[in-house]
């Protein structure tokens, strides 16, 4: 924005969640679509933020001094993935991050100061990330992590927009957002998504095998429904826990990682905090409400470092020799790092 906070902003067709931080004050987020009247003319409040006797008294007696020496490497695994494109990327401001341990609850915390950046020369992008909140529960071996990324393209020569360009295609694959667009156009088994719903009497039962209801009743137990005035689309789940199973081959060092997942099928649960709440997915394959989706297996492997923006589109070059940088702004969903199957 400029000094006055006036700022114009030209999104693509689909939905996004604008994000608004600013050093010291709350971060504000408006959810947007390019069919709402109402976002032609958006204005944001911002609020400082403000610390109380409690939480400075937890930051005295709960921070490790030493927490990047003592944790970092811990982070960027549930923070960026374990991937190969995950294992490129570079934190570069990590003096930003700070960490609280709480014995009793056997709990890490993890907060940061100003954005976190991050370099992927792997995809090409220059992440800025809002951390809202990254927490591990060491007792249940999970990880949550909620915020707001802005990805900003690299700049490179024709041969670097190739191997992007490979590269952002490889990841896009089976990913959460390829999953997310499928479903909105309607084309699951086009793309080899399938879908498999778990009750109770089968949770323990083994989720790694093809063994799933016909598409052609998927979107049925769905509740599929279509919007055509807003271009959305909607589901409603029967169950809170829902398995994806992708027709790919799992990366090599998730098979190396997890022995004796399934060697060709890319597996991942879906659970849902509330599953009668109903799931909207924008056009671009932006989905809503995303605190309400905890990701699992294959899909909580790829983190950040295999992200990409809600913008994508896998039949376009990556843009050259651009003098501004286009810059695109998403949500993340929960990611919890419980891989077992």
Same mark, same amino acid.
């Given at each position: *924005?400029?000094? !006055?906070?006036?700022?114009?902003?030209?999104?693509?067709?689909?939905?996004?969640?604008?994000?608004?931080? &600013?050093?010291?004050?709350?971060?504000?987020?408006?959810?947007?679509?390019?069919?709402?009247?109402?976002?032609?003319?958006?204005?944001?409040?911002? !609020?400082?933020?403000?610390?109380?006797? $409690?939480?400075?008294?937890?930051?005295?007696?709960?921070?490790?001094?030493? =927490?990047? $020496? #003592?944790?970092?490497?811990? +982070?960027?695994?549930?923070?960026?993935?374990?991937?190969?494109?995950? *294992?490129?990327?570079?934190?570069?401001?990590?003096?930003?991050?700070? &960490?609280?341990?709480?014995?009793? #609850?056997?709990?890490?915390?993890? %907060?940061?100061?100003?954005?976190?950046?991050?370099?992927?020369?792997?995809?090409?992008?220059? @992440?800025?990330?809002?951390?809202?909140?990254?927490?591990?529960?060491?007792?249940?071996?999970?990880?949550? +992590?909620?915020?707001?990324?802005? +990805?900003?393209?690299?700049?490179?020569? !024709?041969? !670097?927009?190739?191997?992007?360009?490979?590269?952002?295609? %490889?990841?896009?694959?089976?990913?959460?957002?390829?999953?997310?667009?499928?479903?909105?156009?309607?084309?699951?088994?086009?793309?080899? +998504?399938?879908?498999?719903?778990?009750?109770?009497?089968?949770?323990?039962?083994?989720?790694?095998?093809?063994?799933?209801?016909?598409?052609?009743?998927?979107?049925?137990?769905?509740?599929?429904?279509?919007? #055509?005035?807003?271009? %959305?689309?909607? &589901?409603?789940?029967?169950?809170?826990?829902?398995?994806?199973?992708?027709?790919?081959?799992?990366?090599?060092?998730?098979? $190396?990682?997890?022995? =004796?997942?399934?060697?060709?099928?890319? @597996?991942?649960?879906?659970?849902?905090?509330?599953?009668?709440?109903?799931?909207?997915?924008?056009?671009?394959?932006?989905?809503?409400?995303?605190?309400?989706?905890? %990701?699992?297996?294959?899909?909580?492997?790829?983190?950040?470092?295999?992200?990409?923006?809600?913008?994508?589109?896998?039949? $376009?070059?990556?843009?050259?020799?651009?003098?501004?940088?286009?810059?695109?702004?998403?949500?993340?969903?929960?990611?919890?790092?419980?891989?077992?199957?």
């Amino acid at each position: *924005s400029d000094e !006055q906070g006036n700022f114009s902003i030209r999104l693509p067709d689909g939905g996004y969640s604008l994000t608004v931080t &600013f050093s010291g004050y709350e971060t504000e987020v408006e959810r947007v679509n390019n069919n709402n009247p109402a976002n032609a003319n958006l204005i944001f409040s911002m !609020q400082p933020q403000v610390k109380s006797l $409690e939480e400075i008294s937890i930051v005295i007696s709960n921070e490790v001094e030493d =927490g990047w $020496e #003592k944790y970092g490497s811990f +982070f960027k695994d549930n923070f960026l993935g374990q991937s190969a494109f995950a *294992s490129q990327c570079v934190i570069t401001n990590p003096e930003m991050l700070h &960490f609280f341990f709480y014995k009793k #609850k056997n709990r890490l915390k993890v %907060t940061a100061t100003e954005p976190l950046l991050i370099d992927n020369p792997a995809l090409g992008y220059r @992440i800025k990330f809002a951390i809202d909140s990254f927490t591990t529960d060491y007792n249940s071996n999970t990880s949550l +992590f909620i915020g707001y990324p802005l +990805f900003e393209e690299m700049q490179g020569d !024709q041969e !670097q927009q190739k191997v992007w360009q490979n590269n952002r295609a %490889t990841a896009y694959e089976g990913s959460m957002l390829h999953f997310m667009r499928s479903l909105y156009d309607s084309t699951l088994a086009e793309n080899d +998504f399938y879908i498999r719903f778990i009750f109770d009497k089968d949770k323990k039962k083994d989720v790694n095998r093809l063994d799933v209801i016909p598409n052609s009743l998927v979107f049925k137990m769905l509740n599929f429904s279509r919007n #055509k005035r807003n271009n %959305t689309v909607q &589901f409603l789940v029967p169950v809170a826990d829902l398995a994806i199973i992708y027709k790919e081959s799992p990366d090599s060092i998730y098979l $190396e990682k997890y022995p =004796g997942v399934n060697a060709k099928l890319q @597996i991942s649960t879906l659970k849902f905090i509330d599953h009668t709440d109903p799931v909207i997915i924008e056009r671009n394959g932006f989905y809503y409400d995303q605190d309400n989706l905890l %990701t699992n297996g294959y899909l909580a492997f790829k983190k950040v470092g295999d992200m990409l923006p809600y913008d994508y589109n896998p039949d $376009e070059m990556p843009k050259q020799n651009d003098s501004i940088p286009e810059v695109k702004k998403q949500d993340i969903p929960n990611n919890n790092a419980d891989i077992k199957q």
